[in-house]
């Protein structure tokens, strides 16, 4: 059944490449909107032999994993706390639902601006427009897993002596852990969607500022071939994120 599922997908894929060469190929569609992907191919060739803009690809790419990683990190460090002490603290949520429902919704570029006059154009800004984008869906599903741990697994725990720290470190968070690694992919997904909203004020250099710049100067070439850079990235670290998840918790989806 897995082998099949994945022949499909390569053929969903090779049919979508070879429809994209054939209209391209037979001068079907404008090459400023829709290239060829030979034309993507001589463009990823040439910015990551020769760069783009005075700066080499691996630094473009570089900067932006430095941004996403930093941002995430933070977001790990205070989305899962909080969420563990929100879901088994009724009055903790209380103090902090408010304020993540609020800025949930909002557009990142809304608030960016508001980011940018505190902490000025630099990374600082930029890290934590990401790391705001990844906290609330962390936050969330940390906060869905408590809610959905049995009482009695609990009050079990505590019947046998389990108290305070020892709740949370041997059997909130364990049970927490494959509500966490769902909100880890949306996470990191919305983190990594909003990275384009963050390069786009008065930055240099990464994947996001490289397309947008690219538009400028109508190279549509340049833009899907960073377009697809990007896409091929996000598949890689959903893929390194699912490997994590199927060592770490193996009961997962089998309960």
Same mark, same amino acid.
């Given at each position: %059944?897995?082998? $099949?599922?994945?022949?499909?997908?390569?053929?969903?894929?090779?049919?979508?490449?070879?429809?994209? @060469?054939?209209?391209?190929?037979?001068?079907?569609?404008?090459?400023?909107?829709?290239?060829?992907? *030979?034309?993507? @191919?001589?463009?990823?060739?040439?910015?990551?032999?020769?760069?783009?803009?005075?700066?080499?690809?691996?630094?473009?790419?570089?900067?932006?994993? %430095? *941004?996403?990683?930093?941002?995430?990190?933070?977001?790990?460090?205070? +989305?899962?706390?909080?969420?563990? &002490?929100?879901?088994?603290?009724?009055?903790?949520?209380?103090?902090?639902?408010?304020?993540?429902?609020?800025?949930?919704?909002? !557009? !990142? #570029?809304?608030?960016?601006?508001?980011?940018?006059?505190?902490?000025?154009?630099?990374?600082?800004?930029?890290?934590?427009?990401?790391?705001?984008?990844?906290?609330? !869906?962390?936050?969330?599903?940390?906060?869905?897993?408590? +809610? $959905?741990?049995?009482?009695?697994?609990?009050?079990? +725990?505590?019947?046998?002596?389990? $108290?305070? @720290?020892?709740?949370?470190?041997?059997?909130?968070?364990?049970?927490?852990?494959?509500?966490?690694?769902?909100?880890? =992919?949306?996470?990191?997904?919305?983190?990594?969607?909003?990275?384009?909203?963050?390069?786009?004020?008065?930055?240099?250099?990464?994947?996001? @500022?490289?397309? &947008?710049?690219?538009?400028?100067?109508?190279?549509?070439?340049?833009?899907? +071939?960073?377009?697809?850079?990007?896409?091929?990235?996000?598949?890689?670290?959903?893929?390194?994120?699912?490997? #994590?998840? *199927?060592? =770490?918790?193996?009961?997962?989806?089998?309960?």
């Amino acid at each position: %059944m897995r082998k $099949r599922q994945l022949g499909l997908s390569a053929a969903a894929l090779l049919a979508a490449f070879a429809a994209w @060469w054939a209209l391209t190929e037979a001068g079907a569609v404008n090459p400023l909107f829709i290239p060829s992907p *030979r034309a993507v @191919w001589a463009a990823f060739v040439e910015i990551a032999s020769s760069g783009y803009k005075g700066s080499p690809l691996s630094v473009h790419i570089g900067v932006s994993m %430095m *941004r996403l990683g930093v941002a995430f990190g933070i977001a790990l460090l205070t +989305a899962i706390p909080l969420g563990l &002490l929100s879901g088994y603290f009724a009055s903790v949520r209380a103090i902090v639902d408010p304020f993540v429902e609020f800025y949930r919704p909002l !557009p !990142p #570029l809304a608030y960016y601006t508001l980011l940018v006059l505190w902490m000025g154009i630099g990374d600082a800004s930029k890290i934590a427009l990401l790391a705001l984008a990844a906290f609330a !869906p962390l936050y969330l599903s940390v906060v869905s897993g408590v +809610a $959905r741990i049995p009482r009695d697994r609990i009050q079990g +725990a505590q019947s046998l002596g389990a $108290r305070k @720290w020892r709740l949370f470190v041997y059997v909130i968070f364990p049970s927490v852990l494959p509500d966490l690694f769902t909100g880890i =992919r949306t996470s990191l997904g919305m983190t990594y969607t909003t990275l384009v909203a963050a390069e786009m004020v008065a930055a240099v250099s990464g994947l996001g @500022w490289m397309v &947008l710049d690219a538009s400028k100067f109508l190279r549509s070439d340049v833009i899907f +071939a960073g377009i697809l850079l990007m896409g091929f990235i996000a598949v890689v670290l959903d893929g390194l994120i699912r490997l #994590l998840e *199927r060592n =770490r918790i193996p009961w997962s989806g089998k309960e």
